[in-house]
């Protein structure tokens, strides 16, 4: 299922990037989390949250060129830019 994202809340989205990452993280995700940083992502499964995100939402999220520095909160932005 395609989530639309007009009809999601930041909650909703916020949760759906927790299922993406569930089986790799055992840190809750916070909007302010760094990717890196606070939920240990390697450069692996940043490529491979960002793809999922990507195909979760129907959007294309633009990496960084600093991506240790990215956080939850800069892919909700990314999401509610796009649509």
């Known amino acids: ?3 639309q ?3 999601l809340t930041e909650q909703e ?3 759906i990037l927790g299922e993406i990452l569930e089986a790799y993280i055992d840190t809750p995700i916070e909007k302010d989390a760094f990717l890196i940083s606070d939920l ?3 450069s692996f499964l ?3 949250f960002i ?3 990507d195909d979760r939402f129907g ?3 633009e990496m960084p060129e600093h991506v240790e520095y990215m956080t939850v909160q800069d892919v909700l932005d ?3 830019q796009k649509n």
Request: aromatic share 4%; charged share 30%.
């Open 59 to 61: 959007v294309t999220i």
């Open 5 to 7: 994202k007009n009809d």
């Open 78 to 80: 990314q999401l509610n």
């Open 13 to 15: 989205e916020l949760k």
């Open 1 to 3: 299922m395609d989530p």
């Open 51 to 53: 793809s999922e995100v």
């Open 40 to 42: 240990g992502l390697d």
């Open 46 to 48: 940043i490529v491979y």
